[in-house]
């Protein structure tokens, strides 16, 4: 198993570019979310996805989106990159009815 | 809400002595307890976790934390600390009713001096 993996590992954006940050997982979980990691803040949940088909918001959702269309992806979208969207983004994965979660090794994302 | 504190932002030991990062959590109930550590420039790894069953956590590497109810704090503490112990510690909940969500500390940095 390759556990969760993101792509890519690092990038630069400019202001008001679009991306979209890969995330996959091969454990056949139905939970996945991206969080944001910031100085001294620890990590922030953005969006969360309970199976296929199924989004929500979580506690910084602001200038991020999501879709689940199959279980082992969770693209996360920048529609319009701002400097204040410069962090690490990790993404997570577990099974439902478990609470440990298993971390992708992160993207770092600079915005100029 | 509940959520978790983490008293030290940074803490640094010699090699060798003892380790003790600290946790308090907000709760009206026991909630679920993690303490996950991010070694520079990787991702976050599962140390250990209390889910109401013993109170004294042993987890990998030599690590270990106790719940206590009354002092609503979930320490980490290791015996003898290693170079390779020099990483980010965070202390993290899962509140009840949060679906199972993490909360977390604002992190730990922990330094091992030789």
């Known amino acids: 198993n390759a556990g969760v993996t993101q792509t890519p590992k690092f990038q630069v954006l400019k202001t008001g570019q679009s991306m979209t940050l890969q995330c996959a997982q091969d454990?056949?979980?139905?939970?996945m979310s991206w969080y944001r990691q910031d100085p001294g803040m620890g990590l922030r949940l953005i969006h969360y996805?309970?199976?296929?088909?199924?989004?929500d918001q979580g506690e910084v959702p602001n200038g991020y989106n999501v879709s689940r269309s199959t279980t082992e992806d969770f693209p996360l979208r920048l529609l319009s990159a701002a400097p204040s969207q410069t962090s690490v983004y990790f993404c997570?994965?577990?099974?439902?009815?478990?609470?440990?979660?298993?971390f992708g090794p992160g993207t770092r994302l600079l915005v100029l | 809400a509940q959520s978790v504190t983490q008293l030290d932002s940074h803490v640094s030991v010699s090699e060798g002595t003892p380790v003790l990062l600290r946790c308090n959590y907000s709760?009206?109930?026991?909630?679920?307890l993690f303490w996950y550590v991010q070694h520079p420039n990787k991702g976050l790894q599962l140390l250990l976790k209390?889910?109401?069953?013993?109170?004294l956590v042993k987890g990998i590497n030599g690590f270990e934390a106790e719940f206590k109810k009354s002092e609503t704090s979930f320490h980490l503490t290791k015996p003898s600390a290693h170079m390779s112990d020099a990483a980010e510690y965070f202390c993290?909940?899962?509140?009840?009713?949060?679906?199972?969500?993490?909360?977390f500390g604002s992190g730990t940095q922990l330094t091992v001096l030789p």
């Open positions: 993290v909940v899962i509140p009840l009713g949060s679906a199972r969500q993490l909360t």
């Open positions: 709760s009206s109930y026991s909630p679920s």
């Open positions: 997570a994965s577990r099974r439902t009815g478990q609470e440990t979660q298993y």
């Open positions: 454990m056949n979980h139905e939970y």
């Open positions: 996805s309970v199976g296929a088909g199924i989004t």
């Open positions: 209390y889910t109401s069953a013993a109170t």
